[in-house]
């Protein structure tokens, strides 16, 4: 199974969301992400077996980070794997704790998390298959998305031509108990 631990938008965040993959898509190229599947990856964990999920939930159920909001407010361009993406000028001190804490848990459990080795970047993916471009310097400013952060989780994840769906095994509450 491909899997990884995400935070998910809203339903308002998450069109407004998609409105600016689609509109930034328009203008720049590429493949706008649906709107069901916008997203921030908290670690990403690749194939795992599914004997193996138990571990993952019991990971999930002990994190205790109380809820925070996020506040999306930028745009960036990853040249290397060509895509635009939403982030936070400003990152919440309680969603680096609980993407730090969580990627410990998981290495410590003998998870391989791909995001463990560089620095967490929160970024919510929205468009794909950006063409070589200046598309750096045509990314248009956007208006604050405020992003209320209650909880997290654990996704299946199924490649597809048409692109991934994603359906959540379990979700876990944000909580400072």
């Not at 919440?92 to 848990?105: D, G, V, W």
């Given at each position: 199974?491909r899997?990884?631990?995400a935070l998910?938008p809203?339903p308002q ?18 493949r706008p992400?649906?709107?069901?599947t916008?997203?921030l ?13 138990p571990?993952l939930?019991s ?9 925070f909001?996020?506040?999306?407010d ?5 040249r290397?794997?060509?895509?635009i993406?939403?982030g936070c000028?400003e990152?919440?001190?309680p969603?680096?704790?609980?993407a ?7 290495s410590?459990?003998?998870f ?6 560089r620095?967490f ?5 929205l468009?794909r ?7 750096e310097t045509?990314l248009?400013?956007i208006?604050p998305i405020?992003w209320t952060?209650?909880g997290?989780?654990l996704?299946?994840s199924?490649?597809a031509?048409t692109?991934?769906t994603y359906k959540?095994l379990?979700s876990f509450p944000?909580r400072a108990?």
């Amino acid at each position: 199974m491909r899997l990884f631990f995400a935070l998910w938008p809203s339903p308002q965040s998450a069109r407004h969301l998609a409105t600016i993959a689609a509109e930034t898509a328009a203008r720049i190229g590429g493949r706008p992400t649906r709107q069901e599947t916008i997203h921030l990856t908290l670690a990403f964990l690749g194939e795992v077996a599914e004997e193996r999920v138990p571990e993952l939930l019991s990971i999930g159920e002990a994190l205790r980070t109380p809820a925070f909001d996020l506040c999306i407010d930028r745009l960036g361009h990853w040249r290397h794997n060509h895509l635009i993406w939403a982030g936070c000028s400003e990152i919440p001190a309680p969603l680096e704790e609980l993407a730090r804490r969580l990627s410990r848990k998981l290495s410590d459990a003998g998870f391989a998390v791909d995001n463990g080795k560089r620095p967490f970047t929160p970024h919510v993916t929205l468009v794909r298959k950006v063409p070589e471009s200046e598309a750096e310097t045509r990314l248009p400013g956007i208006e604050p998305i405020a992003w209320t952060c209650s909880g997290f989780a654990l996704v299946r994840s199924r490649l597809a031509s048409t692109g991934p769906t994603y359906k959540a095994l379990a979700s876990f509450p944000l909580r400072a108990d």
